[in-house]
């Protein structure tokens, strides 16, 4: 499943201050603790994961502030 997938790698490289599993799909994940240095780290895994390459337009940070918004990208780069 992708979700946990994405969780996974947030878990392990986002470190965020508060519990993940308490966070819902949505909640903002910089107001959560993530650092912009941390969310770099988040797209590397995301991208050895998955196989995948963020292409310029999407390295915003808008594209990895939430489980929803960085599922929405991973389709996207999936189905193409």
């Known amino acids: 499943m992708i979700d946990g ?3 996974q790698i947030l878990k392990e490289h986002a470190r965020l201050a508060i519990d ?3 966070l819902d799909d949505a909640a ?3 107001q959560a603790g993530m650092t912009s240095h941390a969310s770099v780290n988040v797209m590397l895994a995301l991208e050895g994961n998955f196989d995948v390459e963020f292409p310029d337009r999407m390295l915003k940070r808008k594209v990895f502030e939430s489980v929803d918004s960085i599922r929405q ?3 996207e780069l999936m189905a193409n």
């Open 28 to 30: 903002d994940l910089y």
């Open 20 to 22: 993940l599993a308490a």
């Open 73 to 75: 990208a991973l389709s």
């Open 5 to 7: 997938q994405i969780r």
